[in-house]
Every structure is written in structure tokens, then in C-alpha cells.
């Protein structure tokens, strides 16, 4: 019998794809053939990307504390600072009630949000990942 080797994957999410999460994809998928031997480097792959060792600990997560519709304030991808706004939780059912501010519980790059804008209390909005040099990562192990 013949054994089928597969490679998975997710790039992007929240339910949607852009132009940029493809290529990265592309270019992962190309480097790794050519890292074993299956096809030759494109010479359009060969460039060098720039890397960073990034972590995220529980300080990273952020949640909503009451039911409503979380609006944004920030893009993903977007280095913030902690305390910056990170976004509203309206409600609708009240809306002459202001809203509440989510905050970001520490610095870091905005990497992970709710695909949902419908939200209740205790849901995860999103997540930070904070820049970590090797030294750090060999220091923890």
C-alpha cells in the first residue's frame, strides 16, 4: 500500500484570504519543495524575507467584558503600546449608553482578532505577539 504524505497548513483566517496571506503561502509551500529536493528554487522565491522570533503569553489575550459588538480601533499587523485603545464593545440594544473601551494589556504586534463583531462577555478580541531574541528563548529552555 502507498502512503500519502500531506502538509497542512491555515494561512490568513477569520474567513477570508487576502493577496498577501497567498503569497506567503506560495513562497512557503516553493522553499520547502526546494528544501526537499522536489523542485529546483524559483529564482521569484529566492529572495530573503525578514524573520522575528515572536511569543505570546496569557498578558497577550485580550477580552470582551460585556456582551455587544466589538469595534475596532486598531488593524491587525498594527505595534501598539500597552493601554493603547484597542477597540469599543457597543451595544446595540442600548445605544444612547457609551461604550466600553478595551484596552490593550501590554506592547506588542496586533497579530490576531474576532472575526465575529458580536461578542459576549468573556469572548476572546484578540492577541498580541511580543518581539523575543534567541538569547531569551535559549535562556527559558
Known sequence: MRRATRLARRFGGGGRVSM???RV???AVY???SHLKILPLANEWKEESESRLMRASQQH???ADRDGIFEPAAALGDEVAKGDLAGTVLNPETPAQPGTKVLFPASGTWICGRAIGRVRRGDCLGHLLADVSRDEILAAE
Open 31 to 33: 522553499r520547502l519543495m
Open 20 to 22: 498577501q496571506a497567498t
Open 25 to 27: 503561502a506560495e513562497r
Open 61 to 63: 489575550y485580550f477580552y
